[in-house]
């Protein structure tokens, strides 16, 4: 999502609920890949890889290949979100540690990056065939170097160096929060439509249980697991699951030697250093303090799981909940956040067992449009894509 957007979705006129609706704002969290030999627990012991090596592109701007430290400290620096409500993304080199074919598109200035965006180029099953896509986000400006042109800079740089990369056909596809007009309108003027739409959906538990069934995803079940995933997503668009799946950060539950459920836990950070409005002052200052509700949110250290590649067998929609909470149990923590496409069926199967999606889901829901160019493919075909409903790849956000 790119930054700069408003807050969105429904406001309740209590104390909480301006601030929860900012929560599930600006997801961009890419996976972790790293070791994990307690089945009850998720790694937070990422580190990057050496420096990589820069290609330049033109004009002032360069192609960083895979992550490094100065991109992570940068990104750390930016005060993401606006109108009041303000955050900081935390330990931020373990999630951008393992984004697949990542490439950051950026501009520096006296050797400083001044200017960044996330670029990942990959193929995705569409009608039987592989179909090049391209992916872009984390779209941010120094704060001191805001306001001087390099915003627009990069987005022109981002539209050319995709060109010189393009099959006869792709997709090229971002994701804008619904209220954000002025982005809305900017994606149509360089040719992008909507593709769709997701929602965050806020999945917690005060006392999440524990599962016997519970396990890591074993080396030679990982093939089980990516094939139950395609042929439950058949119908989507976007499906990058040979991509995006990280089998280190996957948990899976079993029965009678088969997986009835599985899914991808990401643990992400952020801390906050403002909410807009009464109803944001008293969140930071007083939620906290709250019997239940502040065992559930920290704003000086928020700490919860992304999760991704959700998959339950036909008819074990109920295992995927018994999977998610038992996911939490072991990472120590009570908060989920998924990225689901309303008009799946999956969704609507497994909310129908979900046991409830908890307290923070009641008080906040985000709406998060996907805008798409298109190459090489005609009118119906489009239409097509657009019907569909979209499996959201968790290295997208």
């Known amino acids: 999502m790119e930054r700069k957007g408003n807050l969105l979705g429904r406001t309740d006129h209590n104390v909480v609920g301006p ?32 420096p990589n090596v820069s290609a330049p592109l033109s004009e002032g701007i360069e192609v960083i290949m895979g992550a490094n430290a100065q991109i992570a400290k940068h990104l750390e620096r930016i005060r993401w979100g606006t109108d009041g409500a303000i955050y900081r993304l935390c330990d931020y080199e373990k999630t951008l540690y393992h984004v697949p074919g ?7 200035k006296q050797g400083q990056l001044v200017a960044l965006r996330l670029l990942v180029e990959k193929h995705i099953p569409w009608q039987g065939k592989p179909l090049q896509a391209f992916y872009h986000g984390l779209f941010s400006v120094a704060p001191e170097e805001q306001r001087k042109g390099y915003g627009r800079m990069l987005a022109q740089g981002t539209l050319d160096y995709i060109r010189t990369r393009s099959e006869p056909r792709s997709v090229t596809y971002a994701f804008i929060e619904a209220g954000n007009h002025r982005s809305l309108r900017i994606s ?18 005060l006392h999440p249980k ?5 396990s890591p995803l074993a080396k030679n079940d990982t093939p089980e697991l990516i094939n139950g995933l395609h042929r439950q997503y058949q119908d989507h668009a976007l499906p990058d699951f040979s991509v995006s799946l990280q089998r280190n950060s996957c948990r899976i539950l ?13 643990p992400q950070h952020w801390v906050f250093e403002s909410l807009g409005g009464t109803g944001g002052f008293l969140a930071v200052k007083v939620l906290p303090y709250v019997p239940v509700l502040g065992n559930l949110f920290n704003p000086r250290d928020f700490r919860f799981l992304k999760i991704g590649n959700l998959f339950f067998a036909p008819g074990r929609a109920e295992a995927a909940s018994e999977l998610l909470e038992a996911t939490l149990a072991g990472s120590g923590r009570k908060v989920a956040l998924l990225f689901i496409d309303k008009k799946s069926p999956i969704y609507r199967e497994w909310l129908s067992k979900s046991g409830g999606l908890g307290i923070l889901n009641a008080l906040a829901e985000v709406e998060v449009h996907v805008m798409g160019r298109f190459q090489g493919f005609p009118k119906e075909e489009m239409m097509e894509f ?12």
């Open 102 to 108: 990542a490439r950051f598109l950026a501009i520096r």
């Open 188 to 205: 149509e003027s360089l040719g992008y439509q909507a593709i769709g739409t997701f929602h965050a959906l806020w999945f917690s538990r």
């Open 254 to 266: 079993r029965d009678d030697g088969k997986i009835m459920a599985g899914l991808q836990a990401e």
């Open 19 to 50: 601030f929860l609706i900012y929560l599930s704002y600006r997801i961009c969290m890419p996976a972790i890949d790293s070791a994990m030999n307690n089945p009850y627990s998720i790694s937070m012991d990422a580190t990057l890889t050496s």
């Open 386 to 397: 657009t019907r569909r409903p979209l499996s959201i790849s968790p290295t997208d956000l």
């Open 210 to 214: 524990t599962s016997s069934r519970l």
